[in-house]
């Protein structure tokens, strides 16, 4: 049975080659985390508190939406739960295959073409030769880029790339799902066609985390919701009631 565990995980973030005068008082931001000096034995790193303590659990059928600033520490979360990051402190424990949905068309190769994308950003999501080589017609299919898959995809346009990366991505069947704001670009005909996919996939996986700006989005996926500030969980529960804090004390 697939879960997510967090039981009070927290994210520090050097940042090589901060200016000196960072290093003379705490900073806190509007948005973000808290800026901090470590020790002399750490060489006066300055770091940023990216996530601070956050708790919760999902298990299966748990559709968790994530709100707030930018810099809130949204997108951060999503990559600590995808394995990008390790937390600094605290325990995460995760049950069941994880597909993230964040950097779309990383570890893509501008002088490949899109067959060979196909091939190179599968084995990135962690798909094997095999598995790619059964879903690539149907990849193909779904991009409708045609001829143009036998070109190198330095010649796409965003759009382009955007069908491309997001028909292997979603190729998979997952049963974590983490998802990052992937509905803002592309014609209006792909994002028909986007939505749709996204929907099945949905039905298929276990967990679902979104981070998203849209109320809307989250109104319509999500049981529950985090509403972040400052890398903090400032309310976690029934998404109703989280979308009532979030417009009273966030917006």
């Not at 600094?88 to 069941?96: A, C, R, V």
């Not at 997001?166 to 209006?188: C, K, N, R, W």
Request: charge should be positive.
């Amino acid at each position: 049975m697939s879960y997510i565990t967090a039981d009070n995980v927290s994210l520090d973030l050097p940042i090589i080659g901060a200016a000196r005068s960072f290093r003379s008082h705490l900073l806190v931001n509007k948005v973000g985390g808290l800026l901090r000096v470590g020790s002399k034995a750490e060489n006066e790193i300055v770091k940023v508190q990216a996530l601070k303590d956050l708790t919760f659990r999902l298990e299966r059928g748990d559709r968790l939406g994530l709100i707030g600033h930018n810099g809130a520490g949204k997108s951060t979360l999503l990559r600590v739960l995808a394995g990008t990051y390790r937390p600094t402190s605290g325990s995460l424990k995760i049950k069941g295959n994880v597909m993230p949905l964040l950097s779309l068309g990383s570890g893509m190769d501008g002088d490949f073409t899109g067959y060979d994308n196909i091939m190179l950003y599968g084995l990135y999501l962690g798909l094997s030769r095999q598995q790619i080589a059964a879903r690539t017609r149907e990849i193909a299919d779904f991009t409708e880029l045609g001829d143009f898959l036998s070109l190198p995809i330095r010649t796409y346009s965003a759009g382009m790339l955007l069908r491309l990366s997001f028909a292997v991505a979603t190729s998979m069947d997952p049963e974590i799902l983490l998802v990052d704001e992937i509905f803002g670009a592309g014609d209006a005909s792909f994002y028909v066609k986007a939505k749709h996919r996204m929907e099945t996939m949905l039905e298929k996986s276990s967990i679902l985390v979104l981070a998203t700006h849209s109320v809307s989005l989250i109104t319509d996926y999500c049981n529950k919701t985090g509403v972040m500030q400052k890398g903090q969980m400032a309310f976690f529960g029934p998404t109703a009631e989280a979308i009532e804090y979030y417009k009273k004390h966030i917006l």
